[in-house]
């Protein structure tokens, strides 16, 4: 990668916080996490650097991830950068997408289909 993708994750775990940011450092990409959904809302309108792909539980505490997601894409200048929502929640991947998502992650997951992801969006958002 000529310039490190910035990828956003947001959990209330962390150690999902702390596996992913590892993996995704490994791959050369240059993470951020949260453990709140509004948190990293938050940040995302106070600088001017946007990420090139958010990945997001969606059960956040007291939060849920897909009224994030809902409102990072009300702002035309967020509305392009693709969100992936992760859940244990198996049967809510359909949810997920209906609220803004690219796609939906069930947990537990695999940290190899997470960077493979991870990859994909971030070198199609740049497009």
Same mark, same amino acid.
């Given at each position: 990668?000529?310039?490190? $993708?910035?990828?956003?994750?947001? +959990? +209330?775990?962390?150690?999902? %916080?702390?596996? =992913?940011? /590892?993996?995704?450092?490994?791959?050369?990409?240059?993470?951020?996490?949260?453990?709140?959904?509004?948190?990293?809302?938050?940040?995302?309108?106070?600088?001017?650097? $946007?990420?090139? =792909?958010? %990945?997001?539980?969606?059960? %956040?505490?007291?939060?849920?991830?897909? +009224?994030?997601?809902?409102?990072?894409?009300?702002?035309?200048?967020? $509305?392009?950068?693709?969100? =992936?929502?992760?859940?244990?929640?198996?049967? /809510?991947?359909?949810?997920?997408?209906?609220?803004?998502?690219?796609?939906?992650?069930?947990?537990?997951?695999? /940290?190899?289909?997470?960077?493979? $992801?991870?990859?994909?969006?971030?070198?199609?958002?740049?497009?």
């Amino acid at each position: 990668m000529s310039k490190s $993708k910035k990828i956003v994750v947001v +959990d +209330d775990s962390p150690a999902i %916080l702390d596996s =992913v940011k /590892l993996m995704l450092d490994m791959e050369g990409f240059e993470v951020s996490n949260y453990e709140r959904g509004s948190d990293m809302f938050n940040s995302l309108m106070e600088t001017s650097t $946007k990420p090139d =792909v958010i %990945l997001m539980d969606m059960w %956040l505490s007291g939060e849920d991830g897909r +009224d994030i997601c809902k409102m990072i894409k009300q702002h035309q200048e967020f $509305k392009d950068i693709p969100v =992936v929502i992760m859940s244990a929640s198996r049967g /809510l991947g359909d949810s997920a997408i209906e609220s803004g998502a690219i796609d939906f992650i069930p947990k537990p997951f695999d /940290l190899g289909e997470i960077v493979e $992801k991870i990859r994909y969006y971030s070198s199609t958002s740049a497009e």
